[in-house]
């Protein structure tokens, strides 16, 4: 009986892993027919982008700027190189975002290092927000 249930909940996790990859695959996929697995590439450089322009203007700024720069580089990536190869089918979409994710992931390392970096949320974001209890604030 022990075997039994052991089987049963393997199989229950393996049955839920392949559902969380085929939900992944099928968000990289989009609604575009574009084969897409950069996403996870441009998120990274978007932070990253984020965490500089908040060095120089502030957070709030950069919670406005770093979209729109990793839109635009999004926007020409998919311009000049997507589009050319889209024609081709859905391996060499599929060869030049991979290859894409290399090539942000060992610019960002060149540019911001391989360790993280120290970031201080904006005061209006530390603390919870919500809680079970009201307290008055403390000044």
Not at 62 to 70: D, R, S
Not at 78 to 98: D, M, N, S
Not at 101 to 117: D, T
Request: glycine content about 10%; hydrophobic content about 55%.
């Amino acid at each position: 009986m022990e075997f039994f249930i052991i089987s049963m909940l393997n199989g229950l996790s393996y049955g839920l892993l392949l559902f969380l990859l085929s939900s992944g695959l099928t968000l990289i996929f989009s609604m575009m027919g574009v084969l897409n697995f950069a996403h996870a590439s441009f998120y990274m450089v978007g932070a990253y982008v984020g965490y500089t322009v908040s060095g120089i203007v502030g957070f709030w700024p950069a919670l406005l700027i770093a979209p729109l720069v990793v839109g635009a580089m999004g926007a020409l990536f998919e311009k000049y190189a997507l589009r050319k190869v889209h024609q081709f089918g859905h391996v060499p979409e599929l060869l030049i975002t991979f290859g894409l994710s290399y090539i942000l992931l060992e610019l960002v390392q060149l540019v911001w290092g391989r360790s993280a970096v120290p970031f201080d949320p904006p005061e209006a974001l530390k603390g919870p927000l919500f809680t079970l209890v009201n307290h008055a604030r403390m000044v």
